[in-house]
């Protein structure tokens, strides 16, 4: 892109301030974080709920970015860059967007639908990418901002675009509709998910179709729901299993591991095979199929090319690699814009300063090698990465372009090499085209672990996080706890992530969980709920903040402080208003003023008190009480100290439950785990956790054997059991055994039989169809760590606690 900055004004609507450094923009930007933020960057600062990205552009300035889309300048910055100032910057995002999409006049295709937009874009890039140059969406960039952003992308040389588009409510497709302009419609699978957005059925499908409202065809699986909402001037062009007025008649057959299709179009038929037997599949397979029939593809070419479609693997999965190293695993996708995206994300996950890419030559990305391997070389010296691997022969011809850089012809020549290269102590971004099986880059380079992981959606928790932002008070901090290692879910990775998202504090129970995290990088204020006197030594040293909670603590901390001659180190002060556990009572609080009036070598960050009953209604008098108490000491202290400190008191379910109390910090636990004591508020949450492992064995039994120790089980019937590699040594309670709990495989409950053992638990998959190295889910979506606990009769505090630092930890983000 080059664009001249003057012709952009009158688009936006904008008015200036300031004078343009220079008189064109190569690239457009709204995240502060992503190091790819150069000079010839237009940076749209935008504005939500829980983030303003306005409070970033100072920092941006220092770094080198010259212009910026504002709904204002903020106070010292005016005369030190350039400003278009505008209403509202999303919409501006969108105008410029939908400016630059007309810009060009090539075919596009736009894709909604409630299921299958991601896989079957991918499929069509797959597809017909041997003879198109294609521009398409990132990953699922389908939203009000991912869709601008993917739009703004295309260049000089792309000659089709596909572009998906996702909506939760009405009123969004009529803003993404004038930014993709599809000229080819494709409506996927229309099914129940995100219908909290509409209010029917009828409602979300017309919303959705909106998209096409300028197409010359549209695309779709012929029904009668979906035909009584289409307008009539748009052309159609319509498939069905069952309806053979549709213009395409299928009819499937399975065959081992495969699907025949009879495909019966224009007089003509003819027969595909497609590597997969799932409903979801086979739909999204035929709606690519329409596309390359509209495009007048043979029946030859399309049968060749649908037999080698391949599962999509979407996210961007982080591992531990070998000698300590952490592997962002993106092995099946290498073009330029998802490189960005990776980068930045690696970015966000870097857990070691040293950084090495190893990179396949990339496709398609609609600009000469030359010009495509210097901007690589740009986006890897601005992301600093120290080392890259380059694999391919396109990637070693242009090896001179990076700083360290090694190269081989392909795949296997870095194998037969792996033992030369050394690795460990780093952050390694695997980023590959499907061709080049960097899956086995992936295999070589991961620790091995046994197959039993808990998989951490780093998305969730993100949802999560920003659904209680959105609950608090302007200008209201936020500490979160990650003690006993995030809850269970993961130490530094959720650290980091939270670090990304600006929260104010993280706070751990013991020292320990502080430094390790300090070690590894983390740079937020961590408060130490539980500092012991042994520790003090140790908290001073990695800049932690103790909680203080007795006279005795303050003492013992004040004398260590005079010895290292501290001045104004940070604490935070205890108050017990009723919970009875640790902190200063109101008698003490004449002794604690005290003291504290007579040393500099502390101050009083915050202070804080706990509730007993926040999540129960039931007690709302008593925790009123709290809060009044605490309002009460608090208030006492800050004006005998004369001192303004921050002053919290509320955990999750405080903020739900007590939002007049919110002071100037919350402390928030469970709720970002995704899970809520509350019901409808749990709806709003989004699962973080799911505990995996796989079949290790099956057999049939009959009818009087038993199964495990003590013979728990005995067989009323022949009985197919499934043994699976997960006990209590891993977490899952012994109450769980024995007909209470149950697993999940393939989507069905599979009742737990016997007792549960140290490290195995069988259970009953009669009627489940499955086999050996199958997956099993123990605890995610279904069962929920809510009602395991409940079943158990324990709170989802423990259930996510328990599960072992033996079991792998597996963060990945969509
Ligand atoms: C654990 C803890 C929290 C967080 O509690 P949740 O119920 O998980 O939100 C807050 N404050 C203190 C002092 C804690 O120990």
New binding site residues.
């Given amino acids: 892109m080059t664009l001249n900055l003057q012709n952009i004004i009158p688009i936006l609507n904008a008015n200036t301030n300031g004078v343009p450094e220079i008189s064109e923009i190569d690239s457009v930007s709204i995240d502060s974080r992503s190091l790819q933020n150069g000079s010839g960057t237009l940076f749209f600062a935008l504005a939500g709920p829980n983030y303003d990205a306005h409070a970033y552009i100072e920092n941006l300035i220092e770094n080198g970015v010259r212009n910026f889309v504002v709904t204002h300048i903020p106070e010292p910055l005016e005369g030190k860059a350039f400003f278009l100032i505008v209403e509202n910057t999303l919409d501006a995002l969108q105008q410029f967007a939908a400016y630059y999409r007309n810009l060009f006049h090539f075919p596009v295709i736009g894709i909604t639908g409630s299921n299958g937009k991601t896989i079957v874009k991918e499929w069509l890039n797959f597809l017909l990418s041997p003879d198109y140059n294609i521009i398409r969406s990132p990953k699922s960039y389908n939203s009000q901002v991912g869709v601008p952003l993917s739009v703004i992308s295309i260049n000089e040389n792309h000659n089709l675009g596909i572009f998906e588009a996702g909506i939760s409510t009405v009123n969004e497709m009529v803003k993404l509709e004038p930014i993709i302009r599809p000229t080819i419609g494709l409506l996927t699978n229309i099914g129940s998910a995100h219908d909290e957005g509409f209010s029917n059925l009828g409602e979300k499908i017309k919303e959705k179709l909106k998209l096409f409202a300028h197409s010359d065809i549209l695309i779709y699986h012929k029904n009668k729901t979906v035909e009584a909402f289409i307008v009539q001037k748009v052309k159609t062009f319509t498939w069905s299993c069952k309806d053979d007025t549709a213009d395409v008649f299928i009819a499937k057959t399975s065959i081992v591991d495969k699907t025949m299709l009879k495909v019966s179009y224009a007089g003509k038929t003819f027969d595909i095979k497609i590597p997969f037997q799932d409903d979801a599949s086979i739909e999204n397979a035929i709606q690519c199929m329409m596309v390359l029939l509209h495009f007048g593809y043979s029946a030859e070419a399309i049968e060749q090319r649908m037999a080698l479609l391949y599962p999509v693997e979407m996210r961007l999965k982080v591992k531990n690699g070998i000698n300590n190293s952490t592997l962002i695993d993106d092995s099946y996708s290498s073009d330029f814009q998802s490189l960005k995206i990776a980068l930045d994300f690696l970015e966000s996950q870097k857990q070691y300063k040293k950084k090495t890419l190893i990179l396949s030559d990339i496709f398609q990305s609609g600009l000469d090698t030359t010009e495509l391997y210097s901007r690589v070389s740009q986006l890897v010296i601005s992301n600093k990465i120290n080392r890259v691997i380059g694999i391919g022969e396109t990637i070693s011809a242009f090896k001179s372009k990076f700083v360290n850089c090694i190269t081989f012809k392909n795949t296997a020549d870095f194998t037969a090499a792996f033992d030369t290269l050394s690795f460990g102590n780093e952050t390694i971004l695997i980023k590959g085209a499907r061709s080049f099986e960097f899956e086995k880059i992936v295999l070589l380079l991961e620790e091995k672990t046994h197959e039993t992981v808990l998989e951490i959606n780093l998305n969730a928790i993100t949802h999560n996080l920003n659904f209680y932002k959105s609950k608090l008070k302007p200008g209201t901090k936020m500490m979160v ?1 990650v ?1 006993a290692f995030g ?1 269970g879910n993961g130490g530094f990775e959720i650290a980091k992530l939270l670090e990304h998202h600006q929260v104010d504090y993280l ?1 751990v ?1 013991f020292a320990d969980e502080g430094i390790s995290l300090k070690s590894a990088g983390i740079k937020l204020p961590i408060m130490v ?1 539980n500092p012991e006197t042994t520790s003090f030594q140790s908290i001073i040293q990695h800049g932690l903040e103790p909680e203080i909670y007795s006279i005795k603590g303050l003492k013992a901390f004040l004398q260590i402080a005079r010895q290292k001659k501290l001045e104004h180190f940070p604490i935070h002060i205890k108050i017990d208003t009723g919970m009875h556990r640790l902190g200063f009572e109101e008698n003490n609080l004449d002794e604690l003023i005290g003291i504290l009036k007579e040393h500099q070598s502390v101050k009083v960050k915050s202070i ?1 008190s ?1 509730m007993a009953t926040s999540d129960d209604l039931g007690f709302k008098d008593f925790a009123l009480s709290q809060i009044a108490l605490f309002e009460k000491l608090s208030s006492r202290m800050m004006s005998e100290l004369d001192i303004d400190p921050i002053r919290h008191m509320l ?3 405080g903020i739900t439950n007590f939002p007049e109390a919110q002071y100037d910090m919350v ?5 970002l785990y995704g899970i809520s004591n509350d019901a409808a508020e749990q709806k709003h949450l989004e699962n973080v956790g799911t505990l995996k492992s796989v079949i290790s064995q099956l057999r049939t039994i009959p009818k009087g054997d038993s199964v495990g120790y003590g013979r728990r089980f005995v067989a009323d019937k022949v009985t197919k059991i499934a043994t699976i590699p997960i006990g209590y040594a891993d977490g899952i309670s012994r109450h769980w055994g024995n007909g209470t709990g149950f697993v999940v495989i393939s989507n069905k409950t599979a009742p737990i039989v016997g007792s549960v053992c140290m490290d195995m638990l069988m259970v009953d998959v009669t009627g489940i169809p499955c086999k050996e190295g199958d997956r099993v889910v123990i605890f995610g979506e279904n069962p929920t760590v809510n009602y395991m606990a409940e079943r158990l009769g324990t709170i989802p ?1 423990e259930v996510m606690t328990g599960i072992s630092q033996r079991v792998k930890r597996v963060f990945y983000r969509e």
């Fill in positions: 706890m003690k809850y706070g129970a709920l804080l706990h955990n999750t379910s402390r928030l636990g469970i709720g505090y």
